[in-house]
């Protein structure tokens, strides 16, 4: 075998992983390399003769495990983006021995000694907060535990693992197997012409020609459903999309939801709830639900006027499954706007350089360059090298945006090279999103909330392009995940921003732009549907919250699930969860377990920062210089709530959040 390509640094710019040398067999040796080599490298630091300081321990664990990095970022980026059985075999195989490698180093009692000596060391600032993130994280691992419930958490923590690995590999393979495959295209009618071509493309691909397949997207809803006038259609898609898991995940959720209740009781916590929370901005549980439950009774109430509205509109009694195609009927009847008038207007390349692109110029003075010379991991990445205004580097960012049966559901971003000081290294992120490709030659016409997803995800890419910190650890968005996604729901206001929406809302065949009664009405139309959409937003958050703040044992995953959104008083037929729980990936096998809260509590950031742009002038380079320089380079290098007071000189209000959701 060739030299393995993760042994040594990239020599590729700003450190690429070398997609093109590398090879599954280059997987296995280079984990167990990985972790040999760090282990080495944390026994001589916990085991030096020479007294603690801040270089040779703190400052020396960030420099360590670096083969470790390089292998792991490279890898479960493929498995969540193109994975084929082989690296599901591996994830198997390594994900609980990762576990045991960090659990190793985490409950060193040598290592932590040396760590908490320094408490009284003269630091700077960032090392001050660093040396504190330390020790925070290794109390939370269960460095202060006695040895034999120490030893219990290492079975509870490799037991969680594996688990969630199989969840994750099983919704994937649940979510393939449940795609919709219809023999007749009448069947498709309300179907656009380029959502039949690309189910048509993807019944070949799956060696079905001349049948049609329509693909699920993680959420509960699908994009069809608005369009299909077939309702016998429209409910095969519901039930496929509403019982994905049940057979594979039932039994997983229930164990992981007694796995991690136990393991928080081990660690002092009444709850996971609570143990997540307490390194979180959210001051603690409490705080928490009575947000949820400051929201929930006004959203409710809007979903049940929005229901009267949808029956008076269909004449009958409605089921979930019609909820989508008769909201269509009155946004179109109420604003005169059908989101099919739209998609030609949003030509994916065009929303990416003349919109996405293009705001962040406006803003930050970047810019971006297609480097065809570099290699994805897929032959549908594109890599793009961003450079200052000046021209100096900054980093890359690399686009995926195609669906594919390898990749799993939703859309997320994953730093492949982490920006710092001390590595000398610039960001290299990634965007996936799952578009369904067209034919060839076809253009990708994407529907309004895929535009705002591109928008949103690269929120996320500035967070980690923009990161400007010394050490590893508090680069990009390592931040609490209640605040992870607030820079990259503020990015979405660009979205709708006139001078943007304008430069990339254009006729894909003419060029012509948007008409502007169109956009008006476009614009109009945003708080259409809200009661529906933070329903089913808050049913899938208070879902997870009841998974996470158990008060019983959990025997059945379904009936604990129901029992759960009828006690929330959430439980509407018509607007079923976000997520159900056999197919939560956020929270089972995407680290969102007690957090999917963070999404509502970050916009309550995000809304009242887009009121500080408006008040402020909006798309200035004045504006963005300061959204940069005060926020998205801090990374977890500060305090996030202190980050966003310094930014916006107060406590965040929730009024704006309000107005928005439409729940004043």
Known sequence: MTENPFFAPSALPYRLPPFAQIREEHYAPAFERGMAEHLAEVEAIAGSAEPPTFDNTVAALER?????????????????????????????????????????????????????ALQADDLDVEERWLLDRYITDFVRAGAELEPQDQERLKALNEELSTLSTRFEQNLLAATNAAAIVVEDVAELDGLSEDGIKAAAETAKSRGLDGKYVLTLVLPTGQPALAELTDRALRERIHRASTERGLAENSELVVRMAKLRAERAALLGYASHAEYVVADQTAPDTRAVTEMLAKLTPAAVANAHREAEELREEAGFDLEAWDWSFYSEKVREARYAIDSRQMRPYFELNRVLRDGVFHAARELYGITFTERSDLVGYHPDVRVFEVSE??????????????????????????????????EDTRPVVVNNLNIVKPPAGEPTLMTWDQVNTMFHEFGHALHGLFSAVRFPRFSGTAVPRDFVEYPSQVNEMWATWPEVLANYARHHETGEPMPQDLVDRMLEARKFNQGYATVEYLAATLLDWAWHTLDEEPEDAQEFESRALRNANVDLPLVPPRYRSTYFAHIWAGGYSAGYYSYIWSEVLDADTVEWFKENGGLTRENGDTFRRELLSKGGSIDAMTAFRNFRGRDPRIEPLLERRGLL
Do not use: C
């Open 389 to 422: 205004e000046d021209g100096s580097p900054l980093g890359l960012f690399l686009g995926d945006f195609y669906a594919r049966a390898s990749k799993r559901g939703g859309a997320w971003m994953n730093s492949l090279v982490r920006q710092s000081v001390l």
């Open 64 to 116: 360590s495990g670096q083969l470790l990095t390089r292998v792991s970022t490279v890898f479960f980026n493929q498995a969540s983006s193109d994975t084929n059985p082989t690296v599901q075999e591996i994830q198997k195989d390594v994900t609980p021995e990762l576990t045991k490698h960090s659990d190793a180093i985490h409950l060193d009692r040598r290592l932590f000694a040396r760590i908490k």
